[in-house]
């Protein structure tokens, strides 16, 4: 399984983008999708994640403001980012859960500026 992660940029602090994820077959075997992303000097952190029944998971500092979804007859998942603030610079990497296996895809890069 290869993900294509693509959609990121640079934005100015209040605008909107929308990341993709592609993936190579299938998503419909997946346990559930999502997106991390990881800032300069910091931890990578958990975005949002949507499981094959639908349910939705935000953290704390995007909710609201950004939307997961998935496309299963195109195999891609998405990430609606509105009001982007500065504090959302990071690369951001799609991922993919079956059994016991994550597959990640290469990251894409997000820039808000102040």
């Known amino acids: 399984v290869q993900l294509q992660a693509s959609g990121g940029g640079l934005v100015q602090a209040g605008g909107s983008l929308r990341l993709s994820c592609a993936a190579s077959?299938?998503?419909?075997?997946?346990?559930?999708m999502g997106w991390h992303r990881q800032a300069p000097g910091k931890q990578r952190e958990l975005v949002a994640s949507?499981?094959?029944?639908?349910?939705?998971n935000y953290a704390d500092s995007v909710t609201g403001r950004f939307t997961i979804s998935q496309d299963n007859a195109k195999n891609t998942m998405y990430l609606q980012m509105v009001s982007l603030k500065p504090e959302d610079t990071a690369v951001y990497y799609c991922f993919a859960s079956r059994l016991s296996r994550t597959y990640w895809g290469q990251g894409t890069l997000v820039t808000v500026s102040s």
């Open positions: 077959g299938s998503i419909s075997s997946f346990r559930s």
């Open positions: 949507i499981t094959s029944a639908g349910s939705t």
